[in-house]
């Protein structure tokens, strides 16, 4: 299996599967891409708070891609081992006017610079707080079915600015594919953020993200799924697998994550539907991974595999 790279001298903050691909790959390659920060530049370690007060929002998220999967076709799902995340020691996060949830409590810019030492996060001119290194890729996605260029701010059917703390060094996500090749790309780097995003920024970071690709013809999807082994809700030392759902109504996206769960354990563990539902609602954990880009919001339902003995 080869290793390709992708450096971030070329990115594109759109989704389109017009977009020609940078590379293509066979089954069982390995990518490392590297990212840009968030909004493309317009944060750097000299910027004071000013620097979001007025950002241009078509430069965000600029994605490194895309990547060909050569045999993936519509229908299929495109398996995306992550495999690493190194920071480059600095990040940013802070609050937009306008944007977040407590928009109109916080309706001034402001910027939080943040020191990456290691496995620790600190404000850059303070210890008096110290946030574990639990770095992810926020956005991470396929082309989309749809024709044009698409913003890529909410998150989709193809994935996109899903912002899922639990897809972090060792979890594995589950995309379904709309177009040949997947046309994978990835973008939005965070070294740590809580569940929901309030502000709508994780600590933003340029990165070096190494994935394996796979494509399944076994698992037919219709959202994201993914595997983690990160203890984010109860410790449980053989990792989680995790359904998501998006959409307008956060209840709506709760029913729809906990139905595929629902599908999953009665398709991979043989339980009837009424045993898989009552074992959810003994052992399960709904998320609220994010709430801050609008339209789209994300629920992701956690379970426990060693609760499962079959």
């Known amino acids: 299996m080869a290793e390709h790279y992708l450096d971030d001298s070329v990115v594109h903050a759109f989704w389109d599967n017009s977009y020609p691909a940078r590379i293509e790959i066979d089954p069982g390659d390995t990518v490392v891409f590297e990212c840009r920060e968030a909004v493309d ?18 430069r965000i998220h600029p994605l490194t891609g895309p990547v060909f999967v050569k045999g993936a076709r519509p229908g299929d799902t495109l398996e995306v081992e992550i495999l690493d995340l190194k920071h480059k ?23 939080q610079h943040w020191r990456l030492e290691g496995e620790s996060c600190t404000f850059r001119n303070s210890d008096m707080v110290t946030v574990p290194y639990e770095p992810f890729c926020g956005v991470m996605g396929v082309a989309p079915e749809e024709e044009g260029r698409i913003s890529t701010i909410p998150p989709r059917f193809n994935g996109g600015n899903i912002d899922i703390r639990g897809l972090t060094i060792g979890a594995t996500a589950y ?22 995003e309030v502000t709508g920024t994780g600590i933003e970071t340029p990165m070096t993200v190494t994935l394996r690709f796979n494509v399944r013809r076994d698992l037919s ?35 729809n994550a906990l139905r595929y769960m629902i599908d999953w354990l009665v398709a991979n563990h043989g339980l009837t539907r009424s045993q898989a539902y009552c074992l959810c609602s003994a052992a399960a954990d709904l998320k609220i991974s994010e709430i801050v880009d609008a339209p789209n919001w994300i629920v992701s339902c956690y379970f426990p595999l060693s609760v499962l003995k079959g």
């Open 175 to 196: 995309m379904p594919v709309w177009v040949e090749g997947a046309l994978f790309s990835t973008a939005d780097c965070h070294s740590a953020q809580g569940d929901g």
């Open 89 to 111: 020691g600095w990040g940013w996060n802070g609050h937009l006017p306008g944007f977040g949830l407590l928009a109109e409590d916080f309706d001034y810019p402001y910027v």
């Open 221 to 255: 999807l219709r959202e994201l799924q993914f595997t983690t082994p990160s203890p984010l809700t109860r410790a449980d030392s053989q990792g989680y697998h995790c359904t998501t759902a998006h959409g307008e109504d956060l209840y709506q996206n709760s029913q």
């Open 41 to 58: 530049g317009q944060v750097t370690p000299e910027s004071d708070h000013e620097a979001v007060a007025n950002l241009d929002f078509a």
